[in-house]
């Protein structure tokens, strides 16, 4: 390597003068202790990280577990474009196995993905993880908790206007069934079911209409309503 290096004849002539200083890099929090992280098979942690393709169209939140600087574990969730669910199917084959620095320069597919890993990275190399002060971090698997039971994103999908005001469409427990609204036309509830754990039952063999059943519920004063209407169609 220090064959390959060129100077330029200004440097050439110059005599040499020792560095008195040498910084050390700062420790950083890494699964319960602090690191000085010099090479990148020294960085471990999970942690998450967001970005969005060029024209906004779509985002991406990527969660990646990292130990001893290769990534373990790779959880891409997508949202806002549909050709990002096929990126995201790749991008999921190709990071597990990688280094941190490898997946940085490495094709995701999606501009989206790709900014996210940008984001993701710097949390990591920087020592801003979720698991900074957990000792010995987290297990290989531990992405999945964030998608809870049925194992889905937690979505929100919600569309307003100025002259016909909000609709919810789906929220974080579920898809909306139906919005419960007051004496002022105000929503104060809503009814929703959960569709991972209703199509689990549907797996199984239950009847979907004894799954929706089971799995539909309320939030808020959805029983106090004076009107309930379908977000979708009203």
């Keep these: 390597m220090l064959d390959r290096i060129q100077l330029t004849h200004e440097v050439e002539e110059m005599c040499c003068v020792k560095r008195g200083v040498k910084g ?3 420790p950083i929090p890494q699964e319960g202790e602090w ?9 471990s942690g999970l942690t998450h990280g967001c970005g969005c393709c060029a024209p906004q169209q779509g985002t991406c939140k990527l969660t990646l577990n990292v130990k001893d600087g290769i990534i373990q ?5 997508t949202l806002g474009c549909s050709g990002m669910t096929h990126s995201a199917a790749m991008a999921a084959e190709i990071l597990p196995g990688k280094t ?3 997946a940085l320069n490495t094709d995701l597919v999606c501009d989206a993905i790709n900014v996210a890993m940008r984001e993701l990275f ?4 920087y020592g801003r993880t979720q698991t900074a002060f957990s000792e010995g971090g987290l297990p290989v698997g531990a992405g999945l908790e964030d998608l809870g039971k049925g ?8 569309f307003s206007t100025k002259q016909k005001g909000p609709r919810y469409l789906e929220v974080a427990e579920g898809y909306v069934l139906e919005l419960g609204l007051d004496k002022n036309d105000e929503i104060i509830g809503y009814k929703f079911v959960h569709l991972g754990k209703f199509m689990d039952a549907v797996k199984k063999g239950v009847d979907p209409k004894e799954a929706l059943e089971k799995f539909t519920s309320t939030y808020g004063r959805f029983d106090e ?8 169609v009203a």
Aim: net charge neutral.
């Design 100 to 102: 941190l620095l490898e």
């Design 122 to 125: 710097l949390q990591i190399v």
């Design 35 to 43: 690191t000085k992280v010099k090479k990148i098979e020294e960085i």
């Design 151 to 158: 194992l889905r994103s937690q979505v929100g999908t919600i």
């Design 24 to 26: 050390e890099p700062a």
């Design 225 to 232: 309503a004076v009107k309930k209407i379908d977000p979708r």
């Design 73 to 77: 574990e790779a959880l891409v969730e």
